[in-house]
């Protein structure tokens, strides 16, 4: 699998610094710790990445 460069950080991550994740979006997204990147990433169907989003949205987490 390629890796895009365009990482971003997550809006749900705190503002604070530290704990941050970050995310590539395109057919699939990828999310992967800012603090941890040599450890690898997560792979998700950009749907299924959507949904989620929508549920966390939705509950207010």
Known sequence: MSIPTNWHKSSYSGGQGGACVEVAEGARTLVRDTQNRHLGL???PAREWS???TVV???GL
């Open 42 to 44: 997560l792979a998700f």
């Open 51 to 53: 949904a989620f989003l």
């Open 57 to 59: 949205r939705e509950d």
